[in-house]
């Protein structure tokens, strides 16, 4: 596989290409979202394996695509630009909506017989068939806004810039339309290990419903805890990096 196939592919930000890393680490951002959110769990992550971050349609060097307002039908794209990079040990972490999504592109995989991850992180995500009641994308502009900065996880300084809010609304409230109108049935299942990782303050994905992850692998699962809320991930990347690692490292 060679570096340059992923500058041609929009699916995917490389920021420390590594073609010989023994494994690589697929991150699924939240809704709102985008791969260089997680630049600095890429360069923590880079001595331990290749790591793609997803970009979805609609935002930053994708800003002039269609948008794609659903978790299946990110997953069912994701699952064919990812076969490409099945070529050595797959982990996919996927944070709030992006647990969801990469749990679905997990299900491709599977669906189609072909070799997919050998392990799924998910962070901050309510667990698939549990239901989404709140309705963010169907709020007016300013009143969507409101509540995705009272989340935090997306910068706020965007939202003053002439010209800026009109080109990031359209991803943001595609991404809330995705999450907020997915549920999986009870019986979907995963075989692959499953770690859940929550806050134990989140109010948006309490401990609780993060735990009921456990029903969606016939494989071993594990709930780990950690200080903070929906983002508590910002102040924990060497303990996420760690859980992140520890299966690669033996």
Known sequence: MSSSAVVENPWFRRFNPSDSAPARIVIFPHAGGSASYYLEYANALAPHA?????????????????????????????????????????????????????????????????????????????????????????????ELLAEISALGGTDDRIFAVPGLRELVLPSLRADYMAVETYCST???????????????????????????????????????????????LADRTHDVVEVLTAHLRG
């Open 186 to 232: 009870p019986d979907a299942t995963v075989s692959l290990p499953i770690t859940a990782l929550a806050g134990e303050s989140d109010a948006h994905a309490t401990v609780d419903q993060v735990g009921q992850w456990e029903r969606h692998t016939t494989g071993p699962f594990d709930l780990r805890v950690f200080q903070g809320g929906h983002f508590y």
């Open 50 to 142: 290749d790591v793609l971050a997803v970009q979805y349609p609609g935002r930053q060097n994708r800003i002039g695509e269609p948008t794609i307002g659903s978790v299946t039908g990110l997953a069912e794209q994701l699952a064919r630009e990812l076969r490409e990079w099945a070529d050595r040990p797959l982990t996919f972490f996927g944070h709030s909506m992006g647990a969801a999504v990469a749990f679905e592109t997990v299900r491709c995989f599977e669906r189609d017989g072909v070799r997919g991850p050998d392990r799924l992180v998910v962070s901050a995500g309510r667990a698939p068939s549990l239901p989404r009641t709140t309705r963010v994308h169907q709020l007016p502009d300013d």
